[in-house]
């Protein structure tokens, strides 16, 4: 379970149209999900003995949007670019895509 919700992923991602967030809440989703479980992890949890979410911790929840964004932007870096003019979050469009650079 994860510690942050997709609204607030898309926040930090500054993804504004709701369009855009549909599309993308699955990915957003599992992001949080796998930040989630990184952090139980290295807390030494368990899936039964995942830490309180109501109310959250405040460290869970910043870690928990943190990681959640570098696993969102994953996707397209793992593909050799970043920010590429197919991400589904608008702030990068415009730059394009950002490809290794040569040796």
């Known amino acids: 379970m994860a510690y942050a919700t997709a609204d607030e992923l898309f ?3 500054r993804v ?7 599309e993308a809440r699955p990915l957003a989703d599992a992001s949080l999900a796998a930040a ?12 039964t003995d ?7 911790d405040p ?7 943190a990681r959640g964004v570098e696993w969102y932007k994953a996707s397209d870096a793992a593909f050799g670019g ?6 589904a979050f608008s702030a990068y469009q415009p730059t394009g895509s950002h490809g290794t ?3």
């Open 101 to 103: 650079p040569r040796l």
């Open 50 to 56: 995942q830490l309180p979410v109501d109310p959250p």
């Open 16 to 22: 504004t149209s709701a369009i855009k967030r549909a």
């Open 11 to 13: 926040d930090a991602l």
């Open 82 to 87: 970043s920010g590429s003019s197919s991400s």
């Open 36 to 47: 989630a479980a990184e952090i139980d992890q290295v807390c030494g949890r368990l899936v």
């Open 59 to 65: 460290l869970a929840h910043m870690v928990n949007l």
